[in-house]
């Protein structure tokens, strides 16, 4: 697919479906499952005022009447190696590295590019980072090792997660050049 610069869009607005399939690579109805399930969990976390135990919420630990989100997706380790997981790397294709509630975005994307890197090497081919928070810094940080996997055919693409729907986030090497960026709101509900 040819990327586009700014100055080379028509004058005329873009439709929805246009931004849609411009989108290489789509999602796969795994992921999207996936994300509607994080929306849900941060939408229950956002409800309760971000409450002190969402670290054990997360792993499960906490004394609390919801459920734990990484015993709840434990499914998608049929369709992708998941980090951080107890579990061993199975060697999908795809690979699904969380980085919400108490993991920090720069843990969750050292974790994405180790897998890719090291642990999935010669396997995984696409990590999809599942973060509910973007440090530009930090990301800018990674770019070497992100370039360095993408020419060695690993993908990295970054979902930014919130309790009122998900986006992508383009990594590109020249700032102003369009991405894949759509929000989506993944409610079943229809909530916005």
């Known amino acids: 697919m040819k990327r586009l610069h700014p100055d080379d869009l028509p004058d005329k607005p873009i439709t929805v479906g246009q931004i849609l399939s411009a989108m290489d690579g789509g999602y796969p109805g795994y992921l999207e499952k996936l994300l509607q399930q994080v929306q849900q969990w941060l939408t229950y ?31 998608v380790q049929a369709f992708a190696d998941v980090m951080p997981s107890g579990g061993e790397v199975m060697g999908h294709k795809d690979a699904v ?63 930014i997660v919130t309790p009122w729907g998900w986006t992508e986030v383009p990594w590109s090497t020249k700032p102003g050049c369009p991405g894949r960026t759509a929000w989506t709101d993944g409610r079943s509900d229809g909530r916005q």
Do not use: K
């Not at 969380?98 to 975005?105: A, E, Q, T, Y």
């Not at 973060?131 to 370039?147: L, Q």
């Open 45 to 75: 976390l956002s409800e309760r005022r971000y409450p002190m135990e969402a670290e054990d919420l997360f792993w499960g630990n906490g004394e609390s009447d919801g459920e734990a989100l990484l015993p709840q997706i434990g499914w």
């Open 97 to 159: 590295v969380l980085g919400v509630g108490p993991i920090m975005f720069e843990d969750s994307l050292r974790m994405a590019i180790d897998h890719g890197a090291i642990f999935g090497r010669g396997h995984c081919s696409r990590i999809w980072l599942i973060t509910d928070n973007w440090i530009t810094g930090e990301a800018c940080a990674f770019g070497g090792h992100i370039n360095a996997l993408r020419e060695q055919g690993v993908e990295i693409r970054a979902i």
